[in-house]
Structures are given as structure tokens and as C-alpha cells.
């Protein structure tokens, strides 16, 4: 498989496309959903919440947070997860951004 030439692109659009790639399952959709309702959960929280084994769940708490869009902090032996804010308002901002655009340009589309 060809190189992905990352390099090519701006280190903003890099991290805005390892965000995206990190959410893009429904699993971590679906994770990122319970956070929002609850706020703030533990690990075992989410696996009563899913339909998925907790090694999974884990595997998908971990790809999250590698990309920075949950934040971990230990409590006993488990951790509470929560969204990162500034990572939240980045794609908000983002997204708004395409909103605006797509406004300005409403008929002049095919």
C-alpha cells in the first residue's frame, strides 16, 4: 500500500484528521455519547453501557485518548474517563466553519 505523504498537509489538518479517524467508529461514537450524557464514567460504566466485552471497550477507550479526545484520571484502581473540552471545541469550531461556508454558498452548488 502507498505512503500516506502526510507531510504534504498542514500539522492542523494532521491532527484534525487522526481526530476524526479516532471517532470514525460507533463503538467510540457511541462511547463519546455516554460521556456527554454522563459526563464522567469509569470504565466499567461504559462496558454495562455497550454491547462489547471490556477488552474492547478498553481498546476503544485507548484509541480515544491517544488521539486526545478523552481525557483519564486514576480513581482507586479505576479510571474516569471524560471528553477533552479543547478537542471538542476544535471540531465544533471546524464543523461551524463548514456550516458558515456552506451557508454563503447555498445555490451555488449543482
Not at 507531510?7 to 484534525?16: C, D, G
Not at 476524526?20 to 461514537?29: V, Y
Request: net charge positive; aromatic share 4%.
Amino acid at each position: 500500500m502507498g505512503a500516506t505523504k502526510t507531510e504534504h498537509f498542514s500539522a492542523k489538518q494532521n491532527q484534525l484528521a487522526v481526530i476524526l479517524k479516532a471517532i470514525a467508529h460507533p463503538a467510540r461514537i457511541a462511547i463519546i455519547e455516554h460521556l456527554l450524557k454522563v459526563q464522567a464514567c469509569i470504565c466499567v460504566d461504559i462496558v454495562n453501557e455497550l454491547p462489547l466485552a471490556q477488552p474492547t471497550v478498553s481498546q476503544h477507550l485507548r484509541e480515544l485518548k491517544n488521539a486526545g479526545i478523552i481525557k483519564g484520571n486514576i480513581e482507586g484502581t479505576a479510571i474516569c474517563y471524560c471528553l477533552d473540552e479543547k478537542v471538542m471545541a476544535q471540531l465544533n469550531q471546524y464543523f461551524s466553519k463548514i456550516n458558515i461556508q456552506l451557508e454563503k454558498q447555498k445555490n451555488a452548488c449543482c
